[in-house]
Structures are given as C-alpha cells and as structure tokens.
C-alpha cells in the first residue's frame, strides 16, 4: 500500500509561484505512474500533470509552460513547482499514485489507486 503526504500550499498573488511537494511511503515494486489533480468549487477534478518511473512527464495544457512536475526518488518525494500562478488555478490539489499502469500520460492515466488528502492552493488577482 502507498501512503501519501501533501504539503506547500498556501495563498499567492497572481504572477507569484508555490512549491508543493508529496511524501510517499517506499514503493520498491513494479511501474507506477505519479500524478497531480485539483479541482476548484464547482468544478470537475481535472489531471494537472503526470510524472512515470522513468521520469517521462506530460502536462495539461492549462499549465503547460508554469508548471514543473519532478520527483526524487532517493527521498520518495513528488514535487509540482508552479509559476506564473493565475486566479483559475485557485483549487484544492491532489497527489494520486497508480500502480501498474498501461500509460502514464495525464490525459489517458487510469483510475489512481491512492490519493493524498490534498493540500490548498489560493491565487488572488
């Protein structure tokens, strides 16, 4: 089983930038594909970025550009750094784990098995 922390949020003025990072426990077994949702009020979760076990990422187009997924494997820890924050990327953001994936691109990435309790992100115009 995976557990996963989530950290660094907090609230920004646009044009600013956050770090947020996720703490998983050791997973020494198989492929897994790593992940970033949010979701904002009234809104659908949507897949920000995604992150394999080769270190192949692919990103929403949304954020494509400011935002940086990447992860240190020596210290099981996911990291999304975000720039050039906007009003609309104001959402609660989730790391998410899946194990054994046909594919790891966030636009086809299947049902994550683990999630993160979420961390808030708050930008201010």
């Known amino acids: 089983q995976v557990q996963l922390v989530e950290s660094g949020g907090g609230s920004v003025q646009a044009g600013g930038s956050l770090r947020l990072s996720c703490v998983a426990s050791?997973?020494?077994?198989?492929?897994?594909?790593m992940a970033w949702f949010r979701q904002a009020p009234g809104k659908e979760r949507e897949g920000v970025a995604a992150?394999?076990?080769?270190?192949?990422?692919s990103y929403a187009d949304s954020v494509k550009g400011r935002f940086i997924i990447s992860k240190d494997n020596a210290e099981n820890t996911l990291y999304l750094q975000m720039n050039s924050l906007e009003p609309e990327d104001t959402a609660m953001y989730y790391c998410?784990?899946?194990?054994?994936?046909?594919?790891?691109?966030?636009?086809?990435?299947?049902?994550?098995?683990?999630w993160g309790q979420g961390t808030q992100v708050t930008v201010s115009s």
């Open positions: 992150i394999d076990d080769d270190g192949s990422t």
């Open positions: 050791p997973y020494t077994y198989g492929r897994y594909c």
């Open positions: 998410a784990a899946r194990i054994s994936p046909h594919m790891c691109a966030i636009q086809a990435l299947e049902r994550p098995n683990y």
